[in-house]
C-alpha cells in the first residue's frame, strides 16, 4: 500500500496531543490539487504558506521550504489526481500560550481522494447558499490560512448537499467570500473582488485570477461589496484549488446572469496550472 | 509510572492527523486545578464546556458527561497538586469543514505540573504587560473557550517572563481580558469587569466572582471599559484557575492602587473552592 501521510518526513497518522495546532490551532494549511504527480500552483502555496508563517512569527529558513517540497514531491509519486493537504503547526509544547523559544514547526501532510466535480455546474454555473453565519473581524489575520476555522466550520454546516457552496458576509454586511473560495463580479469590462483587510482566506486560484486579468488588461478592484452588489453583476464566479473556477447562476433563490467573462477566468487559471511551477 | 493522558478513556499520547481539533480548531477546552485529588469548580468547568458544545453544535448527552467525569476523577487519582487540561474535538473527519452528522467527539485529557505562583505577587501585587496585539471581533464566538487561540498566542508572544500576564484590547480600543485571565476593577463598592459579547472568554473564576459579589451585596456591572478605566480604578485584579485573584499593582508602567475588595475577592475564591463540587 502506498503510504499517505507524512509527519515531519515519516510515515505516521498520529501527532502527540501537545501540538500546539491542536491546542490552540497554532499553524497553518494548504491543499494542493495533484495532477499526474505533480502538485499544481505549487509556487503560489509555498509563497501563501510563508506570508502566514511570517504573519505567526513562526521561524523558518531555506532548507525548511527545501525539506519540505521534497516530501511534498515524494507524497504526490503515483498520484494520478489528487490533494494534498498540508499542515504546518509552530510545534509541540511551550507553557499555555506561550511558546518555547526553541520550537520545532511540525510539518503534515496528507493525500486524500480528488473531489468529483459534475459538468453541469460549469455548464450551467450552480446555485449559491446565503450562510446566516457571520465572520467577526479580525485584521491581524485577515488573509493567511492559519488554522483557527470555527467560522467556516459553522457557516458550512448551515446546509447539506444541496449546493456546492455556501456565501459568507461579515458581522458589517460586506460579502467576503465562500466558506473554502474566493468571489469575484463580474461588471462591464472589470472584475471585482472583495477587500479581505478584515477577515477572509486569500485564495491561490484568487491571486491567479487578480494576476492573470491585469497581464490580459481586465481591471480587478478590490473593495467593500455588498448583497446588493452580487445581484447587480453581470456575472459571478467562485475560485477554489479545487473547483478551480465555477459559474455561479444564482443565490438564495435569485437569479446571477452567466456572463462569457468567465469563460476567460477558466482559460487563465488553466494556462497557470499548466505554466507555472 | 503513573498514566497522564487519556484520549477517549485510553492512555495514548497521540491523536489521528484527521482530528478536527487538529484541522480547524473544531473544539472546545477546559483548564482544571486539582487539589489534593480533586477538580476544583468542577461544575463551572463542565456548565462552560456544555455552553460552548452547544454554541458550536456539537451534540452531546448526559451519557457523554458522565463518562467525562469518571475519567477526570480517573486521572485525578493521586494527584496532590496538578491542571487537568480537557479537550473536546469534534471527532475525526469530514469533508473539508463539513462535518459528517455521525461523528463522535473526541475527548483528551491531560495532567500537567501545577504551576508556581510567587508569594510576592499576592501580597506586593503585580505588574501587566499591555499587550500591543489587538483581539477581533466575533460576537458568534465570544465567551467560549474553544480551541482557535492564534490571537492569545500572539499576544502572549510579546513579552517573556518579566510580567505575569498582559492586557488586551479590541481592535476597538475596548478593554476586555489577560491573554489568559479576566481582568477586574474596582471603583468605589463597585466591581467593574468587560462585557464579553464581541471577544473574550468568560472565565470560571470570573463567573465565581460575579456570583459571590452578588450574594454579598457587591454591585457587577458587566460594560465596555478602556484602558482610561483601568487607571482610575480604585484597584485592579485578575483572574484564572491558575493562580486564582491575583492584585494588580501596575500596568505598561503606571501604577495602580491596592484595595482591600481584591482581598475579599480573593476570600469569595476560596470559599467557591472548598464549598463547590
Known amino acids: 500500500m502506498m503510504n499517505n501521510t507524512l509527519v515531519n518526513g ?14 490552540y490551532g497554532d499553524g497553518l494549511f494548504e491543499t494542493l490539487r495533484i495532477e499526474a504527480a505533480k502538485p499544481l500552483l505549487l509556487q503560489r502555496h509555498i509563497d501563501r504558506l510563508c506570508a502566514g508563517l511570517i504573519c505567526l512569527k513562526i521561524p523558518f529558513n531555506q532548507m525548511f521550504i527545501d525539506v519540505l517540497r521534497a516530501e511534498i ?6 498520484q494520478k489526481q489528487a490533494f494534498l493537504k498540508l499542515i504546518i503547526t509552530r510545534g509541540a509544547g511551550g507553557r499555555g500560550y506561550r511558546a518555547a523559544e526553541d520550537l520545532e514547526p511540525n510539518r503534515i501532510l496528507m493525500i486524500a481522494a480528488a473531489a468529483d466535480y459534475p459538468q453541469r455546474w460549469y455548464q450551467q454555473g450552480c446555485e449559491l447558499y446565503l450562510c446566516r453565519t457571520r465572520l467577526g473581524l479580525n485584521p491581524l489575520l485577515a488573509g493567511i490560512k492559519h ?8 457557516a458550512r454546516s448551515e446546509w447539506q448537499d444541496q449546493y456546492p457552496e455556501g456565501l459568507v458576509c461579515d458581522i458589517e454586511d460586506r460579502l467576503i467570500e465562500g466558506t473554502m473560495s474566493n468571489l469575484f463580479l463580474i461588471r462591464g469590462q472589470q472584475l471585482l473582488t472583495p477587500l479581505l483587510n478584515q477577515c477572509g482566506v486569500a485564495g491561490v486560484v484568487r491571486s ?9 488588461a481586465v481591471e480587478v478592484v478590490q473593495r467593500a461589496l455588498s448583497i446588493e452588489d452580487l445581484f447587480q ?19 438564495d433563490g435569485r437569479t446571477i446572469p452567466l456572463s462569457p467573462m468567465i469563460q476567460a477566468a477558466s482559460q487563465w487559471l488553466a494556462e497557470a496550472r499548466r505554466c507555472e511551477s
Chains 1, 2 share one sequence.
Open 10 to 23: 515519516q510515515p505516521s497518522a498520529h501527532i502527540s496531543l501537545f501540538d500546539r495546532g491542536l491546542s
Open 233 to 251: 453583476a453581470d456575472g459571478v464566479f467562485i475560485t477554489n484549488t479545487g473547483f478551480g473556477v465555477l459559474p455561479v447562476r444564482g443565490c
Open 147 to 154: 488554522l483557527n476555522r470555527l467560522e467556516q466550520v459553522l
Open 73 to 78: 514531491e515524494q507524497l504526490c509519486k503515483g
Open 208 to 216: 491567479v485570477i487578480i494576476d492573470s486579468a491585469q497581464r490580459h
